[in-house]
């Protein structure tokens, strides 16, 4: 059976290509999507993209990664990121490899960005390659 990885994107990511383009860039989030899947089927895997601005959700659907037995998880968390201990719980709570994604690089902008409670629980970051950090973590994942 092939490989599945989910790719769970946080609140506001639902707005790529509008939401401030100077910094994320103009790619929507279902470019992003149709991106990932060219390259998923190269690679031999399937990928399930979803986005929700509610943390619940993706507390949800780490759970599920683990109970349906996909191969890892691409985790764009948004603000979440910097605030959910939930999150990172949640990440702690499966076996199921996560690695976490930004557009941006949270490194380099204001300070309340630079502590990721993702990337305490994370395997791996990819950050600050425009829409291209999917496709990097992706290859990733895949080599797991
Ligand atoms: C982001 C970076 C976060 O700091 C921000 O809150 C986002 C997007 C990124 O992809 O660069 O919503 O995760």
Request: hydrophobic share 45%; net charge negative; aromatic share 4%.
């Amino acid at each position: 059976m092939t490989d599945t990885i989910f790719v769970l994107n946080g609140p506001n990511l639902n707005l790529l290509g509008l939401r401030e383009p100077e910094i994320y860039g103009s790619t929507t989030l279902d470019e992003i999507a149709g991106m990932l899947e060219d390259r998923a089927r190269d690679l031999g895997v399937q990928v399930d993209v979803r986005q929700s601005n509610h943390e619940g959700h993706l507390v949800d659907w780490l759970h599920e990664a683990q109970a349906d037995g996909v191969k890892a998880v691409l985790l764009n968390a948004g603000a979440y990121t910097h605030t959910s201990i939930a999150l990172l719980d949640a990440i702690r709570s499966i076996t199921t490899p996560v690695i976490e994604v930004h557009l941006s690089d949270p490194a380099k902008r204001e300070s309340f960005r630079h502590h990721s409670f993702v990337g305490m629980g994370a395997v791996k970051c990819v950050q600050g390659l425009g829409a291209q950090s999917y496709i990097v973590a992706l290859e990733a994942a895949a080599a797991l």
